[in-house]
């Protein structure tokens, strides 16, 4: 993958004390090719002026970087949006690469968070796509998973605890009883089956 990139680099990001920078980029530059390559002839018509340059500076000011705590993407021209995942909230990756993306290595990788239901992350035009989902999911599983799947078992047992005793209560109170009713004259006779 190379070498671990500077903080520097990334001015807007603001690491806490023990989370370290393992990757971080700009989106692929030849993915920005594509949106030059349709602007250019468009430009002799003054429509492709805007085109090639808010796909420029949106190349330009987006950052996606992976530490060993999160994952975090830039975005914002004029202004900054930044946003933050931590791994124990991730739930699934993927990654997907389109035909002209997969000859020239670059894709979008997809991050999934608990509770939402669906893709909360996007790091679009990204070199490598399979290498950074890696990288996601290595750090993803030695954050949260032996922590989280004990704290599961343990809410679990202790759910399971709670029902057994309520059923031992439930079936304490209730002993069997048989009612037989006489039509003629509107008495119901009770019978105790209990052993």
Known sequence: M???????????????????????????????????AVGLPLCLLLVGIPLVISSYLDHTRTHYV??????????????????RIE?????????????????????????????????????RNVANPRTIQSIINEQSTDTGGDESTQEKQDVLEEILSELTAIRRTVSEDTEPTIGISDPSNGDTETIDESP
């Open 2 to 36: 190379g070498d671990t990139p500077s903080a520097d680099r990334f001015e807007w990001l603001t690491l806490e004390t023990d989370e370290e920078l393992l990757w971080g980029e700009t989106p692929h530059r030849l993915s920005l090719y594509v949106s030059v």
């Open 66 to 83: 992976v530490t060993n705590q999160a994952v975090y993407k830039k975005t914002g021209v004029f202004s900054r949006n930044v946003k």
């Open 87 to 123: 791994f124990d909230k991730v739930q699934n990756t993927s990654y997907q690469q389109t035909f002209i993306g997969s000859k020239f290595g670059y894709g979008t990788v997809e991050v999934a968070t608990a509770g939402t239901g669906g893709v909360e992350l996007l790091f």
